[in-house]
């Protein structure tokens, strides 16, 4: 299994509030990534970072940002929520090098409700 | 990363092999074949992957045909926690420049029937 954990799990809030979803992992790697998948439809990354201090937008555009101070840590925030913003949130990590590679592990995801 | 073809659903009666197939056929020489499944409301969960010999580990084989434009995910026996949408990726590996992210298609939807 991989360490590499999400919280919330399951969020509801309100059009206009700020929120920010924890994204956190214990196996040292390198690489974080968040994709956003609406149900039954296709992962899209949104975010990824290959280190602490960078982070880089991925193919699919979105009103989030995301910082990396710490390794392990991998934050995502929404300044204004919108019920456009209703989706699932996936947290993934990878080493990027050595036996493990390239390997991608997720979290177990943040379902995030805007009303 | 090149491109796979799935079939979007497939049946199996547990306690079956399920043979899942992943066509990629534009598959370049430096890019592995990995295999992801997820269940519902849950995020992706690694299976196994490959270059081109046969894997095998606790969860699944992949069988890569020789010329690697194809490739089987073996589940021996088939539980119904096994259903899930299956994701055949090919991605390069061990490179430090470019694009590392990985792109999911639409999958497998594989059921196993009791």
């Known amino acids: 299994e991989a360490d590499i954990y999400q919280t919330p799990r399951y969020l509801v809030i309100g059009t206009g509030k700020k929120i920010t979803l924890e994204c956190s992992q214990t196996m040292g790697h390198d690489k974080m990534y968040w994709y956003q998948q609406d149900p039954g439809m296709e992962l899209h990354l949104i975010h990824y970072s290959y280190g602490v201090n960078s982070t880089e937008k991925g193919d699919l555009s979105s009103e989030s940002t995301v910082s990396r101070i710490r390794t392990e840590h991998f934050p995502l925030t929404l300044e204004s929520a919108r019920p456009s913003h209703t989706s699932q949130y996936l947290c993934a990590s990878s080493a990027g090098q050595g036996t493990s590679g390239n390997t991608i592990y997720f979290g177990e995801g943040s379902w995030l409700t805007v009303v | 990363d090149a491109k796979t073809t799935q079939p979007p659903s497939m049946d199996c009666a547990e306690g079956r092999a399920a043979n899942l197939p992943c066509n990629h056929s534009?598959?370049?020489?430096?890019?592995?074949v990995y295999w992801y499944r997820q269940i519902h409301s849950q995020g992706p969960q690694y299976i196994i992957h490959g270059l081109k010999n046969n894997e095998t580990n606790e969860m699944a084989s992949l069988i890569i045909t020789e010329d690697r434009k194809s490739s089987t995910l073996i589940l021996p026996h088939a539980t119904l926690r096994d259903t899930a949408v299956y994701y055949c990726i090919v991605r390069a590996r061990g490179s430090n420049f470019g694009n590392e992210k990985l792109t999911f298609g639409t999958g497998t939807r594989l059921t196993i029937i009791p």
């Open positions: 534009t598959i370049s020489g430096n890019e592995y």
